[in-house]
Nanobody, 115 residues
Framework: QVQLVESGGGLVQAGGSLRLSCAAS????????MGWYRQAPGKQRELVTT???????NYADSVKDRFTISRDNAKITVYLQMNSLKPEDTAVYYC?????????WGQGTQVTVSS
């Protein structure tokens, strides 16, 4: 099992920045991908960004050039730097990890962007 604990959410004005962190623990050997998804009220959970062990990344078009994912392999922690935040970025952000064929999720952290 892999446990994921997020931190860093909160309330910010449009145009502001936030940084989310997600620390993995447990059976972390074999994790190949880590990243972030989000779910806004009344909407389905959607991909924000992921990073593979080789450093390759994948971003949703809506966040490209504003959000940046990074990873500290020694700490098994992934970060999401969010800049130029918009009200439509308001959502619960979930940390994600894939180990072998299993997927794991954090409990979620609320990000609210006021206009």
């Amino acid at each position: 099992q892999v446990q994921l604990v997020e931190s860093g959410g909160g309330l910010v004005q449009a145009g502001g920045s936030l940084r989310l962190s997600c620390a993995a623990s447990g059976s972390v050997l074999g994790i190949r991908h880590m990243g972030w998804y989000r779910q806004a009220p009344g909407k389905q959970r959607e991909l924000v960004t992921t990073m593979a062990n080789d450093g390759s990344t994948n971003y949703a078009d809506s966040v490209k050039d504003r959000f940046t994912i990074s990873r500290d392999n020694a700490k098994i922690t992934v970060y999401l730097q969010m800049n130029s935040l918009k009200p439509e970025d308001t959502a619960v952000y979930y940390c994600y990890a894939k180990r072998l064929v299993n997927e794991y999720w954090g409990q979620g952290t609320q990000v609210t962007v006021s206009s």
